[in-house]
């Protein structure tokens, strides 16, 4: 059919999410490309984490020496909230930290490596031999809040992308936003080094995603917009290429077959999932 296997933050539901180690064993487990999150440290490098804040998914609060670095902080979509943030911490002391599962609960095979991997950065992803030849999807998060922050998203990673020999190794490139500005910006300073796919998570004004047909390559949908909806035919009648976020074994309510097959047949090009390897295996038997 076609359908591109995208491994979510890695093959998160394997391995703590957004770490090396799950980016390798998504390509292990046969996903097309893996997707990764980026945010600013102090010093001017990007990350790999999903938030700015760190004490769900690292071991930050046990470490007694950036107990001072605690503090009532905004997380990206302006909630405040007590924690120890990215932008308050160098590169070099965020990767002392170590890697934690997310959601320990619903993922005890995961939280059974945590403290075991270091934080990743976008120099580590891109110069990984696992990258080689391969399909990265970098989601920048959060660009307008650290914009007024002082920190230039889009000019740190045109610069990252220009110190790296990506191109020369056969790495391909796709750069999302859910900002519609910020990925419009991002579009701007980083040129041509790959698709722009605009994420969707609420629906409110189809006029406007019109015009991401004439801006962008691609639009990346939360599943539970398409269900029972034309959207996807929609978005494809524009041109643009349709992906779809997020595929959980964990949320199939009847056989993990049935529920991956929704994803399938839903018409899109791509399909997130934290457990590569099962979807894959349920596209390849319905191709």
Same mark, same amino acid.
């Given at each position: 059919?076609?359908?591109?296997?995208?491994?979510?933050?890695? *093959?998160?539901?394997?391995?703590?999410?957004?770490?090396?180690?799950?980016?390798?064993? *998504? !390509?292990?487990?046969?996903?097309?490309?893996?997707?990764?999150?980026?945010?600013?440290?102090?010093?001017?490098?990007?990350?790999?984490?999903?938030?700015?804040?760190?004490?769900?998914?690292?071991?930050?609060?046990?470490?007694?020496?950036?107990?001072?670095?605690?503090?009532?902080?905004?997380?990206?979509?302006?909630?405040?909230?007590?924690?120890? !943030?990215?932008?308050?911490?160098?590169?070099?002391?965020?990767?002392?930290?170590?890697?934690?599962?997310?959601?320990?609960?619903?993922?005890?095979?995961? *939280?059974? !490596?945590?403290?075991?991997?270091?934080?990743?950065?976008?120099?580590?992803?891109?110069?990984?031999?696992?990258?080689?030849?391969?399909?990265?999807?970098?989601?920048?998060?959060?660009?307008?809040?650290?914009?007024?922050?002082?920190?230039?998203?889009? *000019?740190?990673?045109?610069?990252?992308?220009?110190?790296?020999?990506?191109?020369?190794?056969?790495?391909?490139?796709?750069?999302?936003?859910?900002?519609?500005?910020?990925?419009?910006?991002?579009?701007?300073?980083?040129?041509?080094?790959?698709?722009?796919?605009?994420?969707?998570?609420?629906?409110?004004?189809?006029?406007?995603?019109?015009?991401?047909?004439?801006? !962008?390559?691609?639009?990346?949908?939360?599943?539970?917009?398409?269900?029972?909806?034309?959207?996807?035919?929609?978005?494809?009648?524009?041109?643009?290429?349709?992906?779809?976020?997020?595929?959980?074994?964990?949320?199939?309510?009847?056989?993990?077959?049935?529920?991956?097959?929704?994803?399938?047949?839903?018409?899109?090009?791509?399909?997130?999932?934290?457990?590569?390897?099962?979807?894959?295996?349920?596209?390849?038997?319905?191709?």
């Amino acid at each position: 059919m076609g359908i591109a296997v995208f491994g979510h933050r890695g *093959a998160s539901g394997y391995r703590p999410e957004n770490t090396l180690e799950a980016f390798a064993l *998504a !390509f292990e487990l046969g996903a097309d490309a893996i997707e990764c999150d980026l945010v600013p440290t102090l010093d001017g490098d990007l990350i790999i984490r999903h938030d700015n804040y760190l004490s769900t998914t690292t071991d930050v609060a046990s470490r007694t020496e950036f107990a001072h670095l605690k503090r009532m902080g905004t997380v990206g979509w302006q909630q405040e909230r007590e924690d120890w !943030f990215c932008e308050d911490f160098t590169l070099a002391q965020l990767k002392t930290l170590r890697a934690t599962e997310r959601l320990p609960e619903l993922r005890p095979g995961s *939280a059974k !490596f945590d403290g075991k991997f270091e934080l990743a950065s976008l120099d580590e992803l891109l110069a990984a031999d696992f990258s080689t030849g391969r399909h990265l999807i970098l989601e920048i998060k959060h660009g307008a809040y650290f914009a007024g922050k002082g920190y230039p998203v889009a *000019a740190i990673l045109a610069r990252k992308l220009a110190e790296s020999d990506w191109r020369d190794r056969g790495i391909t490139l796709t750069i999302e936003a859910f900002e519609y500005k910020t990925l419009e910006q991002l579009q701007r300073v980083c040129g041509p080094v790959g698709d722009y796919v605009y994420l969707v998570d609420t629906w409110s004004d189809p006029a406007l995603n019109a015009s991401a047909a004439e801006v !962008f390559d691609g639009i990346s949908f939360n599943a539970e917009l398409v269900w029972g909806s034309d959207l996807i035919e929609l978005a494809h009648a524009r041109g643009l290429k349709v992906f779809l976020w997020t595929a959980r074994a964990e949320d199939a309510e009847n056989t993990i077959e049935e529920y991956y097959a929704k994803f399938i047949l839903s018409g899109a090009d791509g399909i997130f999932a934290d457990q590569p390897d099962l979807l894959a295996a349920c596209v390849r038997d319905m191709s």
